[in-house]
């Protein structure tokens, strides 16, 4: 049975593909690349992460941003690990007043103008639905994790997770409009792994 055929069998409604290939000069040693796509088609801002990765030290608790600009939120969809903060500057031309009402972090800044920012620490997995309490049509994600080994596809569907040993993992992927997926993946020295879902 080939190595493609085994993965089949252990993803009943998610089938996943590895290979091995060269580590590239955009690659740093150890680094996983990937591509998410369903139906052949490119899944831009599907979230991938790794459960059961060893951690090599402390892992640094850093911040992230998503930017108001254009009456629109900046990336639409922003992965963070548990205990992150995340900032939300106001650089539109207009006021904001962005919250979260349901599943994941609830939170609401209030009212504040172009050049103030406000701060968000994400202490539980969840996924937590962004808006503007102004303006409708602004909406946004942010998918909380419990790994620091994590993703978001970029518009071909691509990604890169860095600093992974070889071994057997709990992956999930979680896209827009959809319950998260999970499954087993191998991953060997310059793995790439494909994502095909259903």
Not at 67 to 87: E, H, K
Not at 151 to 165: C, H, K, L, S, Y
């Amino acid at each position: 049975m080939s190595a493609i055929s085994r993965h089949c069998l252990l993803l009943a409604s998610f089938a996943i593909v590895s290979s091995v290939v060269s580590t590239s000069h955009a690659m740093a040693p150890g680094a996983v690349s990937g591509r998410v796509h369903r139906h052949g088609q490119p899944q831009k801002d599907a979230v991938i992460w790794l459960d059961g990765v060893p951690e090599t030290g402390r892992p640094e608790i850093s911040r992230a941003v998503m930017d108001q600009r254009n009456l629109a939120f900046s990336p639409r969809v922003l992965a963070v690990r548990v205990g992150m903060s995340v900032r939300m500057p106001n650089n539109d031309r207009v006021f904001h007043n962005v919250f979260s009402f349901k599943d994941g972090k609830r939170f609401d800044l209030g009212l504040y103008p172009v050049g103030q920012s406000r701060t968000v620490t994400f202490d539980k997995p969840g996924v937590s639905r962004v808006f503007c309490n102004i303006h409708p049509n602004m909406a946004a994600y942010i998918v909380t994790v419990n790994s620091s080994h994590y993703a978001v596809a970029d518009e071909r569907g691509q990604f890169t997770m860095a600093a992974i040993p070889p071994g057997v993992y709990t992956y999930h992927v979680w896209r827009p409009g959809s319950e998260p997926l999970s499954g087993e993946v191998h991953i060997l020295a310059d793995n790439r792994v494909e994502l095909a879902l259903p």
